[in-house]
């Protein structure tokens, strides 16, 4: 059978694979056939699978691909035409109540991937259980059906929609306007080759920021770098925020639900400092109440400030469909990730790196404090950390090797710290007694091994990284 020799799995951000090596084709009607057979196996015929690409090499085709798959099986389809970031998607298949949204992506992952990202009811990430169902789908499909996309859309089994100004007003609805207004912010906008441009301009825009925006060209190679906002790749941003004298630089990933931060100053904000700036803004800013949630690999820091307000905080394995799974479970406030992710309660259930940034301007508007000013505040309240993250290429022979040394024989290294306790959650994460960890975890969309660090001083940072990864022979 066709799909069984055929290596689709999904991962914390979808099924992503290298193109026309896994990423062909047959895999993309596959997948999409997958889809249609689930929906199938319900019995209910008024379902409908919403469908949105960004700007990757493929993303077009391969969105047509799906929808076309959908339409020969029968299977209503909502086809966004034109580049959409991720959240937009997530906001349509929540609004218009559909079963499924397929969004063709890679997200952050290197130009030469491209990837389907399943989005289930109610607009949040399909969770462990739907993946592994879709899965096994994948692996009965003979021969995926399809037809003509234009015949379909004639048919009117495909329906092209532009749920841009619902999104945008859902955002605006959420966020002070007036107090942006009266602050005469100048921001520049780094869409890093990605799908942001519009929806984040329009945003700020509307609230009378004064915007310039970079690197928003279309291509499909990313300027020749990760389409990930880091203290790596945002040096072009930095320099514009000086010699510009902006108040802000903000960033978003290929697919725009992550976001990155220039300060005033020309500093790169980590995303852990984003997310305690959010979380700390809401509570003592806004009056808002409500738990946090955070993955294995963020900030201790929202514990602490969760403390403080007296607030649960909860901790989750990585992948964002834990994190709305844990905060529709716990009404959270927010929920985020140290790679930028993040969503708050009363959005959509998935991550939206252009409504975060929203939110990040009304809190410097409404403060009155910078973004640096905030961070530094947080700091004085609730101490320093530092924060170390560390990837290393695996082949099969490696990851065979470490999953044997850490899992199976839940090997560790001596540390010269007090151990609190181990967690085997999601990889393995080691808790010092002083507050600081260390966790190793394999990527779910990546053939890396990921280490994560968090103490009070960088020495023992370094420390702790460079025992942990001499250990596992890195």
Known sequence: MEG?????????????????????????????????????????????VVIGYDNRFLSDTAAKLCAEVLAA????????????????????????????????????NPANYNGIKIISVGGRDANADESDR?????????????????????Q?????????????????????????????????????????KLSLQTVLITCRCNVDVINDRHDTLFGGQLPAPSIDTLGKLQRLVLERKADLGLATDGDA??????SDKGEFIHPNDILTIMYYYLLKYKGLKGPV????????????????????????????????????ETNAL?????????????????KDGIFAAAILVEAISTTGLSISQLSDKIHETYGQTYFIECNRKLDDKLK??????????????????????????????????????????????????RIFCEMDTKGKCENVIDIFTTFLGL
């Not at 879709?134 to 004639?154: G, H, R």
């Open 400 to 449: 065979s090797h470490l999953m044997e040394r850490l899992f199976a024989s839940k090997k560790v290294p001596e540390i010269p710290y007090d151990i609190d306790k181990i967690s085997y959650l999601d990889g393995v994460k080691i808790y010092f007694k002083d507050g600081g960890w260390i966790s190793a975890r394999f990527s779910g969309t990546e053939p890396l091994i």
């Open 293 to 328: 949630v955070r993955n294995i690999a963020t900030t201790h820091l929202l514990d602490r400030i969760a403390d403080s307000f007296g607030q649960e905080h909860y901790e989750v394995p990585v992948g964002f469909k834990y994190i709305s799974s844990k905060m529709e």
């Open 257 to 262: 639900d992550r976001l990155g931060i220039i």
């Open 134 to 154: 879709l899965e096994e789908i994948i692996s009965t499909i003979d021969k995926p059906l399809y037809m003509n996309f234009e015949d379909a859309v004639a």
């Open 4 to 48: 069984v020799d055929n290596l689709i799995k999904f991962g914390t951000g979808g099924w992503r694979a290298i193109i026309a090596d896994d990423f062909t084709y047959s895999n993309i009607r596959i997948v999409a056939q997958a889809v249609a057979e689930d929906i199938k196996n319900r019995n209910n015929t008024d379902q409908v």
């Open 73 to 108: 099986n029968n299977i209503r389809t909502l086809f966004i035409d034109n580049q959409a970031p991720t959240p937009l998607i997530m906001y349509t298949v929540r609004e218009v109540g559909a079963t499924y949204g397929m969004v063709i992506t890679a997200s952050h």
């Open 156 to 196: 009117e089994k495909i329906q092209k929609i532009n749920p841009l100004n619902s999104y945008i007003d859902a955002i605006l609805r959420m966020v002070d306007i007036e107090a942006i207004r009266n602050s005469n912010l100048k921001i520049i906008i780094d869409t890093m080759y990605g799908v942001s």
């Open 334 to 350: 927010l929920g985020g990730e140290s790679s930028g992710g993040l969503t708050i309660r009363g959005h959509i259930k998935g």
